[in-house]
């Protein structure tokens, strides 16, 4: 009986141990955890082989992967995976391909109006910026707020003017004009007044998501918003847990989509509290918010992410996402389309 | 053998079954679950006996019974969870005690700027306001962004055009002005000249959660933020998921504090998460998000959490927090310092 009642508390015991570690299950890695690694998104959307020509293609394969070179060689150097972030963001956003910085989307009032949010996963310190429309690297400005103020999210003319005591650099608005910008503006006015949805549209927001050799994740995001957006409309984008997120305990987020939806199921941190609370592994945290919870609601969008040990997954639920990842001793490699 | 082999398959499935179920230990409810139920606070601080005069504290325990029962009788009569707390903090905002609506403190520039937030917990639907100056209820405005606009978040001029549109009450701007609030900026600036820390503010922010009779859930904050804030700080109280959240599958809340680390520390649905992924009941979750992880930083606040089964937690971790709640059957019990 002794030995019976043994092996009775051993099994328990295993089962609770196993239970309470369920946490542990993403420390799993496939692999060697990489001594850097860098991810990196410019938007989610209905992007199909018909809707880009192949020498555009060729183009925003090109740009991604400048950018995540760019960031790789920072975190091969030893730098910061902020500086990495920051530095592929802005890559990002001096190009007119995508919809953050120079080829930022028009609001209704036919303003480039932009959001932008950074997190350093070591500190959980974070700055956002909403609604700048003179600022040339949005990014750096959210950096320079979680950095130089006590403040997390500061907006409109009260972030540009800190922008510009920080020496973040200041541009006449009509610098993020592009003509492909204000064209879908137009196209957006009319079909609005032919009370047609939009059903072309594509996101364009730009993220990165960066692990260094000391371990330390950062997160950024940066967008124009939505074409013909109105009254002041702030997206997911500098919210801090919906469209951004970064803890060295779990993983580094940035999302791009419909940014309704992923301010309402608080997207960037849900992942983060299904891995750490829920014991899901990233690959799992992230299928589950964008393919299942927010499929089912019809929002769209996709993140991608980060998590402590190297471990890369780029979900969406849309027919393509401009995504990319380099690892240390890897290649850059480059993603539109779903297949 | 084979009974021994029974007995410990037994074991290991009673065991995974428990685990697998922690989820639902938060409906172990003590009592009855009420028909309805209303949690109300009107910020949380540096709040003692000595800071607040007796007939003081009169006036506010009374405002907030007031506030409570307005919401209450709305409850009682079938009302939805939504109107209870859009009543419930109106008649808050227009009070001068408080910091929101009519008694917003001022920002550096001798200005009201003011955000609010409201979540429908049956649908994830949500609207946030955030630094607007002119209109009388800011909660108001943000139901109407959740239930007459595609988005959820508006900022300044642009969340002012759209409320003024929807028929919502625009003020001038010095209707928000009182001379205790006025001599609180002159206060801190002093103090800012003098390079001292500002350690008698009380935040004073208002918010709501309510369960009405057809188990819906809702929570809304409004706030006028920081004294003597700049750039267009926006704290958390519009942040869906950090000032405020409501999931009909949890928990709805309305957090106070400072803000700042309430937005990097995602706590409203922090919550949340940790009671579905983490089978964490709503006292042990808001206890351990106030009481470990905000305490251990510094971060200074509390909030009022209701769970779908009218369950009540108000932690806090200040030495006061001004707060109160009611549940069908019962009376109104509104309570201000932490002994």
Redesign the interface.
């Known amino acids: 009986m002794k030995i019976?009642a043994f092996?009775?508390l051993l099994?328990?015991s295993m089962?609770?141990y196993s239970?309470s570690n369920r946490q542990s299950d993403n420390e799993n890695v496939l692999g060697e955890r990489p001594e850097w690694a860098i991810v990196v998104h410019g938007g989610a959307g209905n992007i199909t082989h018909e809707s880009i020509p192949p020498e555009k293609e060729q183009e925003y394969m090109d740009k991604l992967k400048e950018a995540i070179v760019a960031g790789a060689n920072i975190l091969d150097n030893g730098g910061s995976s902020l500086d990495a972030v920051e530095t592929t963001i802005k890559i990002l956003e001096d190009c007119p391909l995508f919809n953050a910085g120079k080829g930022a989307v028009f609001s209704a009032d036919g303003v480039n109006e932009m959001d932008a949010s950074i997190?350093d996963g070591s500190n959980?310190?974070?700055g956002a910026v909403?609604?700048v429309t003179n600022i040339k690297h949005p990014i750096s400005a959210a950096r320079k707020v979680m950095e130089k103020?006590?403040?997390?999210?500061?907006?409109?003319?009260?972030?540009e003017?800190?922008a510009e005591e920080q020496g973040i650099e200041i541009v006449d608005p009509s610098y993020f004009y592009t003509e492909k910008r204000w064209h879908s503006l137009q196209k957006a006015k009319e079909r609005e007044a032919d009370k047609k949805d939009d059903k072309t549209k594509k996101s364009g927001t730009v993220g990165c998501v960066a692990l260094d050799k000391n371990e330390n994740l950062a997160a950024g995001t940066s967008t124009g918003g939505m074409t013909n957006?109105?009254?002041?409309?702030?997206?997911d984008s500098p919210?801090?847990?919906?469209g951004t997120?970064a803890n060295n305990k779990s993983c580094g987020i940035s999302a791009t989509g419909h940014?309704?939806y992923f301010?309402?199921?608080?997207v960037a941190?849900?992942i983060s509290?299904?891995m750490v609370?829920?014991g899901e592994t990233l690959e799992e945290a992230g299928n589950n918010v964008i393919n299942k919870v927010l499929k089912e609601?019809n929002g769209s969008g996709g993140i991608i992410a980060l998590d402590k040990n190297g471990n890369v997954s780029m979900p969406f639920n849309t027919t393509g996402m401009f995504r990319g990842w380099m690892k240390a001793g890897g290649e850059a490699e480059v993603l539109i389309f779903k297949d």
């Not at 103020?149 to 972030?159: D, N, P, Q, R, W």
């Open positions: 019976k092996y009775l099994i328990i089962s609770l239970c997190m959980l310190n974070a909403a609604s103020s006590k403040h997390v999210m500061l907006v409109k003319e009260g972030a003017i800190f957006k109105k009254y002041g409309r702030v997206g919210v801090i847990g919906a997120y940014g309704e301010i309402r199921n608080v941190y849900d509290a299904r609370y829920g609601q």
